[in-house]
């Protein structure tokens, strides 16, 4: 199964409210990343929060880390309808001790922002 | 700067055909490369991952192979494809020296089984 597991699968938003996507994961992490997809293209990394970090900020990005719960948070603020893309979570795990970046990804969330 | 080539964008080919996907990374060394599929624009799932010519990890039992001839060239091989094959693939490469170095993906390949 999927390692992260982000929440809602599909987001439908205006433009300029706020987006908010969440993610949980099952085991202990390195560091926990976010990326976009455009529809049939590749993914696009946006930012990467290391596991000792509890909020770091990119443009109009925030994401939050709580280790505790598992658990990790994407905001974006102002959406605009160029935003409208899938996102996703992917986790690189403490277990197996080797030197790559070892990516597990969640399902996704589709979100669309309305002009 | 690094770029990363992938193609074909899409393929449609016929059960029990061969498959041969390129990969090429430009402007790093010694990158890792990875192969993922993703079903349905959904999640996605790790094939392969190699760290150096030669060394291919494999994360799931499949139909499929990969190999890296080069440095900087990733091949992703079927002998005879499966209805179960038809999927998204992607490439993608990251700094082999960190945990924390992100994944640069290409544009994939949308391959159709028929």
């Known amino acids: 199964s999927q390692q992260g597991e982000e929440d809602p699968q599909a987001l439908s938003i205006q433009e300029g409210e706020n987006a908010t996507m969440n993610c949980s994961y099952k085991?202990?992490?390195?560091?926990l990343q976010w990326y976009r997809q455009n529809s049939g293209r590749g993914l696009v990394h946006l930012i990467l929060?290391?596991?000792?970090?509890r909020e770091k900020h990119s443009g109009r990005l925030r994401v939050t880390l709580d280790t505790s719960k598992k658990s990790s948070s994407l905001l974006i603020t102002a959406s605009r309808a160029a935003d409208t893309a899938s996102y996703f979570c992917?986790?690189?795990?403490?277990?197996?001790?080797?030197?790559?970046?070892?990516?597990?990804f969640g399902q996704g969330t589709i979100l669309t922002v309305h002009p | 700067s690094q770029t990363i080539h992938q193609w074909p964008a899409t393929l449609v080919q016929p059960v029990g055909s061969p498959l041969s996907l390129e990969c090429t990374v430009e402007?790093?060394?010694?990158?890792?490369l990875y192969w993922y599929r993703q079903a349905a624009g959904r999640g996605l799932q790790l094939l392969f991952y190699?760290?150096?010519?030669?060394?291919i990890s494999s994360e799931v039992p499949q139909n499929l192979s990969a190999s890296r001839p080069q440095d900087r060239q990733f091949i992703l091989s079927s002998k005879k494809l499966l209805l179960s094959d038809s999927g998204f693939y992607l490439c993608?490469?990251?700094?082999?020296?960190?945990?924390?170095?992100?994944?640069?993906f290409g544009n994939g390949t949308r391959l159709t089984v028929t």
């Open positions: 993608a490469w990251s700094s082999g020296s960190s945990y924390n170095s992100p994944l640069h």
């Open positions: 992917a986790t690189t795990s403490l277990r197996g001790g080797t030197s790559y970046g070892k990516l597990t």
């Open positions: 190699s760290v150096g010519i030669g060394q």
């Open positions: 402007g790093t060394s010694n990158p890792n």
């Open positions: 929060i290391r596991s000792n970090e």
């Open positions: 085991t202990s992490i390195n560091n």
